[in-house]
């Protein structure tokens, strides 16, 4: 009633639209208006509830806001501007959506977040959550979309979905590890949520949970790789009136970011945020650093999800996928068709690959605990900082190969010609030195299996040698594990030259 009062000049009781001062102004000064009104931030609601109201004054408003043509390229399009990043999406070539839709969209997973933050036992409220639509967001910042995640509770409804999951057969793990992994970098007290309890004669210092992706390999593993089948987004989803059982429900939406790789990021967080006394333990401690996420880091984290994507349904005849995906709610999250196909992108010949990234100098640290000490629970050893200067050379059997790719990684085509290469096999040599003395390295990255980094580590001196395998988890650098049947451990290692915080994050939040 306020919003009819304020825009429009009643006079009967029964409102009539020719006596409204409002719609008497020419018709493009009633847009700039409208447009104004869908801009207008409100502290209350993300979603511009105002417009909605202004719809309700007449029929010719409404009609506007909700039917008339200008809305597509002109209305939605400037409110969802005005609210989220949309650098990625244009980038991407994702602009041809009901941008209305979307930002509903986004806005009701932001407010389901908020909602089992402030109740994060009850799992009603976290199924109701659309994790991929925050993973998008997530993805797709710039500038507006973390402040966004942040006041909506974001990150602690998925450290309350982690906690809770452990009970529930883990299934949110490959989708909450990696979301919590880049958002740990705007809220490092995160890390406090995967502490060990504090316990008598105990020096564990990750929670157990944590720990297992860091020194159980095979446990850590099966956590993840079980939940993430090959099946269409929400394939049984549709059940009319009828309540789908536990085992009708698994969870289809997983990002391209590898899981176990988050996993290991945030043990080594949480052991640096959580240790008494590193400097002792660690000679040379370097302290570790804070990343700022911009979309361009996640190009090829969407392009893998893409092409994964596009596989799934390329499996799906056409008349379940009629069934089962009635609506297309985000284009982003359920591809019909390749839009990049003529770019060679999810053919044979072609492979995505962020491999070029592998060329530089590299910081990081390795973890060792010894199986027969943990059952007493034995503290943590860590050896580093961990220094590495890294060069691509060529494949002594795919010298044409590598030449392309050397150009490949180097041009500056139009997405995504940029991102992919001819040959999935690149490979790398490079020198180090850490408090065991110094070493070589001798690599290969393989992205027909998601860009996995394996490598050999050579101590010059003695001529020991060990096996280190790992993912990309941009913009953190490489995260895995080293080590053979019998022991090892994990490994994190970033890049210098992508360090956005070189000063401790013990310092700058004060975490003990």
């Not at 909700?66 to 650098?87: I, V």
């Not at 987004?233 to 009828?242: D, M």
């Amino acid at each position: 009633m306020q919003l009819k009062r304020r825009w429009l000049n009643q006079h009967s009781p029964t409102f009539n639209d020719t006596h409204s001062l409002l719609l008497s102004l020419p018709k493009e000064l009633l847009f700039q208006i409208i447009t104004n009104v869908a801009n207008s931030p409100c502290v209350d609601n993300l979603y511009p509830q105002s417009l909605i109201e202004l719809s309700k004054c007449c029929h010719y408003l409404h009609h506007l806001i909700h039917y008339d043509p200008w809305r597509f390229n002109t209305l939605w399009p400037n409110a969802f501007h005005e609210r989220f990043d949309t650098r990625a999406i244009y980038r991407r070539r994702l602009d041809g959506w009901d941008w209305q839709k979307v930002m509903k969209l986004r806005c009701k997973a932001l407010y389901a977040c908020k909602a089992f933050a402030s109740q994060p036992t009850d799992c009603h409220l976290l199924d109701a959550i659309r994790w991929e639509i925050i993973w998008d967001m997530i993805t797709e910042h710039d500038e507006r979309n973390i402040p966004h995640l942040l006041n909506y509770n974001v990150h602690s409804a998925a450290v309350a979905a982690f906690q809770l999951d452990q009970h529930r057969d883990r299934k949110l793990f490959p989708v909450v590890l990696p979301i919590l992994s880049l958002l740990v970098n705007y809220d490092f007290n995160i890390t406090s949520h995967f502490r060990a309890p504090i316990q008598p004669n105990s020096a564990q210092i990750v929670s157990t949970e944590l720990s297992r992706f860091a020194y159980n390999f095979e446990a850590a593993d099966s956590l993840i790789t079980k939940h993430m089948p090959l099946r269409p987004f929400h394939a049984s989803a549709q059940h009319g009136n009828e309540t789908p059982t536990d085992d009708e429900l698994p969870l289809t939406f997983y990002p391209a970011l590898d899981a176990p790789a988050a996993a290991l990021h945030l043990f080594f967080t949480t052991f640096f945020a959580s240790h008494p006394s590193l400097y002792s333990i660690i000679p040379g401690c370097i302290p570790i650093p804070l990343f700022q996420i911009s979309s361009d880091m996640f190009d090829v984290e969407y392009l893998r999800r893409y092409e994964r994507n596009l596989f799934i349904n390329s499996h799906v005849d056409d008349q379940t996928r009629k069934n089962e995906r009635p609506w297309v709610e985000n284009v982003t999250t359920l591809p019909s068709n390749n839009i990049y196909a003529n770019t060679g992108f999810a053919s044979p010949s072609h492979f995505v690959s962020e491999a070029h990234h592998i060329e530089g100098d590299w910081l990081g640290y390795y973890s060792f605990v010894d199986p027969e000490d943990v059952a007493t629970e034995a503290e943590d050893w860590f050896d580093g900082p961990m220094r590495l200067s890294i060069r691509i050379v060529p494949l002594e059997d795919h010298h044409h190969h590598h030449h392309h790719h050397h150009q490949s990684s180097n041009r500056h085509d139009a997405f995504p010609s940029m991102h992919l290469q001819e040959c999935p096999l690149t490979k790398f040599e490079g020198t180090g030195v850490d408090n065991l003395g110094s070493f070589t390295v001798v690599g290969l990255i393989d992205d027909t299996e998601d860009g996995q980094v394996t490598w050999e580590k050579t101590y010059v001196e003695s001529g020991e040698t060990w096996e280190y395998s790992g993912r990309f988890a941009l913009p953190m650098g490489i995260c895995g594990r080293w080590g053979d049947e019998e022991y090892g451990g994990p490994w994190w290692m970033w890049k210098t030259s992508n360090c956005s915080n070189s000063e401790s994050v013990l310092t700058s939040y004060n975490i003990k």
